[in-house]
Every structure is written in structure tokens, then in C-alpha cells.
């Protein structure tokens, strides 16, 4: 009864019954993208998306193709209806979109994804590359991908966030 009475009320919360969702502001937001522009929007702080239309539209491009070409084919809910498959699937698909997202980086970095300056990108990127070592995709093969994870990785920032440190995650999930 606990558990419909919590997906009722998530549900109320983000139609999708996934996560992201946040109530900020005096409204409820969700869908990752559209969080960390509102806040990038809403708060001081370094930007998250450059002011130079060009790199803006590079941070956009890489956020959404991590998070729209990438990140939903291994998102738990369509791990868990494909079951047996589930690593050659997440695999298949992580080093798809790798493929496409390491000569674009290639292009873009600097000291981070667009750049010397943290952008929406690197939030993107980290988490994803997460997921790549979850499904043990061999991130040899993407050195730029690499580089920039590691870098971004010394910051306390990703760190603390990194979805390993997260209170809700599987102790075998921990790093």
C-alpha cells in the first residue's frame, strides 16, 4: 500500500514516475536539462551556459546528446524490460553515442567539455561516464571522454555529487 501511495504521489509530482523531478521556486520541474537551466538562470554563480552564442549552443549540443541520444537507453527502466540483454544493450548504446560524442569533444574541450569553464555539459558528462563503467564499456577507447572525466573528477563538486555517493545507491553500485 506504501509503495502506490508513493508512486501516486510521485506521480502527482512528475507524471514520468523518474527522476529528476524538484519543486523550486513554487514550481515542479523535471527532466534534467531543464532543472539545470533554471537554476542556472535563477541563482548566482559561475554560468552554466557560456554567454558566447557559439560555445552555448556546443554545451547544448553535447548536454542533449548525453541526455537524449545516450543516457534513456540505459535508464533503469528499460534495463529492467530487457532484462537478460541488459549489459550488451547499455553497451551497444554507450558506445554509440561515445562514438559520436568523442571527435565533437575532441573539437569543444579545453580544460572541460566546452572549454576551461564548467558548463551543463560536464554535469552531463560525468554521470554518463558512470554509467559506462557500470556496464564496463572500455573508456580506453574514448581518451578525450576519459581525460575530461578525470579532470572533472577532481573537483569536490563531482565528487560529493557523483551519483556513487548518492544516499539512495546499491551498495554494489558504490565506488
Given at each position: 500500500?506504501?509503495?502506490?501511495?508513493?508512486?501516486?504521489?510521485?506521480?502527482?509530482?512528475?507524471?514520468m514516475?523518474?527522476?529528476?523531478?524538484?519543486?523550486?521556486?513554487?514550481?515542479?520541474?523535471?527532466?534534467?536539462l531543464?532543472?539545470?537551466?533554471?537554476?542556472d538562470?535563477?541563482?548566482?554563480?559561475?554560468r552554466?551556459?557560456?554567454a558566447?552564442?557559439?560555445?552555448?549552443?556546443?554545451?547544448?549540443?553535447?548536454?542533449?546528446?548525453?541526455?537524449?541520444g545516450?543516457?534513456?537507453?540505459?535508464?533503469?527502466?528499460?534495463?529492467?524490460?530487457?532484462?537478460?540483454?541488459?549489459?550488451q544493450w547499455?553497451?551497444?548504446?554507450i558506445?554509440?553515442?561515445?562514438?559520436?560524442?568523442?571527435?565533437?569533444?575532441?573539437?569543444?574541450a579545453?580544460?572541460?567539455?566546452?572549454?576551461?569553464?564548467?558548463?551543463?555539459?560536464?554535469?552531463?558528462?560525468v554521470?554518463?561516464?558512470y554509467?559506462?563503467?557500470?556496464f564496463?564499456?572500455?573508456i580506453n577507447?574514448?581518451p578525450?571522454?576519459?581525460?575530461?572525466?578525470?579532470?572533472?573528477?577532481?573537483?569536490?563538486?563531482?565528487?560529493?555529487?557523483?551519483p556513487?555517493?548518492?544516499?539512495d545507491?546499491?551498495?554494489?553500485?558504490?565506488?
Open positions: 500500500m506504501k509503495t502506490v501511495t508513493l508512486t501516486d504521489q510521485f506521480k502527482a509530482l512528475n507524471p514516475k523518474q527522476v529528476p523531478a524538484v519543486t523550486i521556486d513554487g514550481i515542479t520541474l523535471s527532466q534534467s531543464a532543472i539545470i537551466q533554471y537554476i538562470e535563477t541563482r548566482p554563480g559561475p552554466l551556459l557560456p558566447d552564442p557559439k560555445r552555448r549552443a556546443q554545451v547544448r549540443m553535447i548536454s542533449d546528446l548525453i541526455a537524449s545516450i543516457q534513456p537507453l540505459q535508464n533503469l527502466y528499460v534495463i529492467q524490460k530487457i532484462e537478460a540483454e541488459k549489459v547499455a553497451q551497444h548504446f558506445n554509440r553515442g561515445f562514438e559520436a560524442l568523442e571527435p565533437i569533444l575532441k573539437q569543444t579545453g580544460k572541460y567539455c566546452v572549454g576551461d569553464e564548467i558548463s551543463m555539459a560536464d554535469i552531463c558528462l554521470p554518463q561516464v554509467n559506462a563503467q557500470r564496463k564499456v572500455d577507447q574514448f578525450t571522454i576519459k581525460q575530461l572525466n578525470q579532470a572533472l573528477m577532481e573537483l569536490e563538486a563531482f565528487k560529493v555529487s557523483h556513487s555517493c548518492q544516499p545507491t546499491p551498495d554494489d553500485l558504490r565506488t
